[in-house]
Nanobody, 126 residues
Framework: QVHLVQSEGGSVQAGGSLRLSCSIS????????LGWFRQAPGKEREGIGGIYPDRGRTYYADSVKGRFAISQGNAKNLLYLQMNRLIPEDTALYYC???????????????????WGQGTQVTVSS
């Protein structure tokens, strides 16, 4: 069984930075995507990025491209989301997810992922 445990989120002012981590235990398929999602109140869950573990290739939604960066630890069982130049619109509950289809071609499709973290709140004030 695969378990994902996320670090705490936080509250920052606009323009600030925050890094989220996701610790993955169990044997997960490294040919399948690891992803980050977020959900703001009253909105649908949004796929913001993914990483193909075997190659380290990353993918980003336009809403975060150039500001957010996804990376992995050396052992591949740690997933990070570095968030820079945060804006109030980034306020949401953030989730990590594992085994989201092969090669991250559908990194933003929540239905493809087999395992999810518990979610963590990020609040950006203006």
């Amino acid at each position: 069984q695969v378990h994902l445990v996320q670090s705490e989120g936080g509250s920052v002012q606009a323009g600030g930075s925050l890094r989220l981590s996701c610790s993955i235990s169990g044997n997960f398929d490294t040919s399948m995507c690891l992803g980050w999602f977020r959900q703001a109140p009253g909105k649908e869950r949004e796929g913001i990025g993914g990483i193909y573990p075997d190659r380290g290739r990353t993918y980003y939604a336009d809403s975060v491209k150039g500001r957010f960066a996804i990376s992995q630890g050396n052992a591949k069982n740690l997933l990070y989301l570095q968030m820079n130049r945060l804006i109030p619109e980034d306020t949401a509950l953030y989730y990590c997810a594992a085994e989201g289809g092969r090669y991250c071609t559908g990194y933003d499709r929540a239905g493809l992922y087999n395992y999810w973290g518990q979610g963590t709140q990020v609040t950006v004030s203006s």
